[in-house]
């Protein structure tokens, strides 16, 4: 990141004060959870968090659309079907959360297959798909990273951690790692944006911290979860872990999340080639 910053003294300012903003913001979603613990209990902040971010998804997808050379039936048409399926997605998850089916219990955990699935069944469309190519070569590669400034909300795993609520085995890489990726999401964000030296080099790493993240995350989870799998006893069990609304971080956030890693890593590297057939021709 030096060398992108060495640029310009305002690409430096505006990294910086970026950075100071999504500080702030974590500071005080941090402060308002440790001063008033029922407030997250009631589940309003979450329910407000969520459906903001999912309108923020479904408007910029529509935006990005529009930059598109697609007529106008088929941006109508290709924004319907990713809008529909994940919002649908967003729905029976909340369902299911709600009715606690994801509570631990004896037998085959359902909270994995949440987290994976949708991956598993995602991730060939999103990586084949010429019109999501299309789309994402139409977008700035700065909104799909910006966008994830919202995992700083995943700080509340150290909120429930110093409450007690929560083993600090899985609570504190996971808030940890989760607070971190979305500090790093604006100033990362800015630097696409500025087209600073070695931002896409940046984006790039930023994407692989996302993922190591997760995969730390999920790891820890799955293997101190009651069950045939479990290989780490945490010093008190994670129960809220699957209850509404924390649920809704990894039966949702967490594979919604990785797929948008996923699909910024694919922008970068059409990114990448575009500019080498410019340069070329």
């Known amino acids: 990141m030096n060398a992108a910053l060495q640029a310009q003294p305002s690409i430096q ?82 369902w299911l959360a709600v009715e606690g089916a994801f509570r631990a219990r004896p037998g085959a955990p359902v909270l994995p297959v949440a987290i994976l699935l949708p991956v598993l069944i995602a991730l060939p469309v999103l990586l084949r798909s010429e019109r999501i190519g299309a789309l994402l070569d139409a977008t700035p590669g700065s909104w799909l990273v910006g966008l994830q400034v919202y995992r ?22 996971a808030g940890a790692g989760d607070v971190l990726v979305g500090l790093l999401a604006l100033p990362v964000a800015y630097l696409l944006h500025a087209r600073a030296p070695a931002a896409r080099g940046v984006a790039i790493a930023w994407n692989i911290l996302g993922l190591v ?14 069950g045939p799998l479990q290989l780490i006893v945490p010093d008190r069990p994670n129960a809220q872990l699957g209850t509404f609304p924390t649920v809704m971080i990894p039966a949702f956030a967490v594979p919604s999340s990785i797929l948008l890693h996923v699909l910024s890593l694919r922008q970068l590297r059409r990114m990448k080639r575009s500019r080498m057939a410019t340069r070329a021709a």
Do not use: C
């Not at 600090?168 to 890489?173: I, K």
């Open 13 to 94: 300012r505006g990294v910086i004060g970026l950075f100071g903003l999504s500080l702030a913001i974590t500071a005080v979603w941090l402060g308002v959870n440790m001063t008033f613990p029922e407030l997250q209990a009631t589940g309003i902040p979450s329910v407000v968090i969520r459906l903001v971010i999912h309108a923020t998804m479904l408007t910029g997808l529509w935006l990005g659309i529009q930059q598109t050379g697609f007529d106008a039936g088929t941006r109508s048409r290709v924004w319907l079907a990713i809008a529909l399926p994940f919002t649908a997605w967003l729905a029976v998850v909340w």
């Open 213 to 226: 993240d997760f995969a730390i995350a999920i790891g820890i989870g799955f293997l101190s979860a009651p």
């Open 152 to 173: 700083i909300f995943g700080g509340i795993f150290l909120v429930a951690w110093s409450r007690g609520a929560m083993s600090g085995t899985f609570a504190v890489p």
